[in-house]
């Protein structure tokens, strides 16, 4: 059966192997036969980043990044969030609805609250009611992310189900935070602090715009060690997380070759991280040359756009209707 399906990501960088994992993967065989809105979330990004430089750049290099991981956008809605703004008004509905309290506990205001003392706005408090809007607008079911959005999708779940109860009706689906098979996936950074992300500094995420010195330079620097010293002996963390990206990239044979080598002691992290970078490399290549070949095609882009912005504007417009259909707004 056909379901609609929604995700975003904020701008604020480029995509990385985390991102592709987590989301955009999912998302590929979903379009085939769902009704899926793939979405940059522009508003989002200025939670964290209020005055972006390039703004337009960072739309354009992200869409493009969409395009060459196999978004397609004959299949899939791709848009800009900052297009559809009926999804603001909807947010503004949830706000009405949103309790200080539960805003403040969530783990990620609380996180972003610690990283910038000087700027926690009201945006990033409302953070989850803007993305409950961005999923409900069009009142999709499934939301494929990678693990540190559960938090938010329950939140989400929660204005849905509180809309409905207030309401009287059954307008709004609760959805689920979704990953294609099993468990929703963590992606571990190289910096041996557990994820992946693009704010992190540099050496800490693969992008998929990553050259090929580039993808050495940061696999090599990655924490190791001078290697264990007992037969059969527990790994530290940071050998986990580079086992963990060899799981990714890398043939099932090598993997098994290595695992045996730390098991025995005769592992060479030189040599396993010499393994991991080409690997690494042959899996981003395919992405960097679709994308270095579609980022400065601005005809293409824009038309992906505006195809995107028309059907999602269609959607959260009937949407939007209803909910105030139903909340009892009518001209008078
Ligand atoms: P970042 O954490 O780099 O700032 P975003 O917050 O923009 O990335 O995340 C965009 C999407 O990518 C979300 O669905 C998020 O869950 C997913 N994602 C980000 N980092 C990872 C990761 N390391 N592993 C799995 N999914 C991730
Ligand atoms: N919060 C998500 C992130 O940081 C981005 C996002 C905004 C999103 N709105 C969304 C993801 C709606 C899925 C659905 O990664």
Do not use: W
Not at 133 to 160: C, W, Y
Not at 276 to 287: H, K, R, S, V, W
């Amino acid at each position: 059966m056909s379901s609609k399906i929604v995700s975003g990501i904020r701008p604020t960088g480029n995509l990385h192997l985390g991102n592709y994992f987590g989301a955009l993967r999912n998302f590929l065989k979903l379009q085939e036969e769902n009704d899926c809105y793939f979405f940059i979330a522009d508003y989002h990004g200025l939670t964290t980043h209020p005055t972006p430089e390039n703004l337009q750049e960072n739309v354009k290099q992200v869409l493009a990044e969409f395009v060459a991981c196999g978004l397609d956008p004959d299949k899939a809605t791709l848009y800009v969030q900052s297009d559809v703004p009926e999804a603001i008004e909807l947010y503004l509905f949830f706000n009405m609805n949103a309790y200080l309290g539960e805003l403040q506990r969530v783990t990620t205001f609380k996180e972003k609250a610690r990283k910038q003392p000087n700027n926690v706005n009201a945006g990033l408090l409302t953070y989850p009611t803007l993305m409950a809007a961005d999923i409900l607008i069009h009142r999709a079911s499934k939301v494929p992310v990678g693990k540190d959005q559960e938090q938010n999708l329950e939140m989400t779940r929660t204005f849905a189900k509180r809309f409905n109860h207030m309401y009287q009706t059954e307008y709004f689906p609760e959805p689920v935070a979704y990953n294609f098979g099993d468990e929703l996936v963590k992606v571990p950074g190289l910096d041996g602090s557990g994820k992946m992300g693009k704010s992190e500094g540099f050496g800490n995420a693969i992008f998929l715009i990553d050259d090929e010195a580039t993808i050495k330079k940061k696999i090599m620097k990655a924490k190791t060690d001078s290697g264990p010293t007992e037969k059969n002996s527990e790994m530290p963390d940071y050998i986990q997380n580079l086992f963990s990206l060899m799981d990714i990239v890398s043939e099932t044979d090598t993997i098994t070759q290595y695992k045996d080598a730390f098991a025995d002691c005769s592992i060479r992290y030189g040599d396993m991280k010499k393994q991991l970078a080409a690997d690494m490399n042959e899996f981003i290549a395919p992405f960097r040359d679709k994308i270095q070949s579609i980022v400065s095609n601005d005809e293409l882009l824009s038309k992906i756009a505006k195809q995107g912005r028309d059907k999602a504007r269609e959607s959260a417009q009937r949407t939007i209707k209803e909910v105030r259909d139903i909340i009892g707004f009518k001209s008078i």
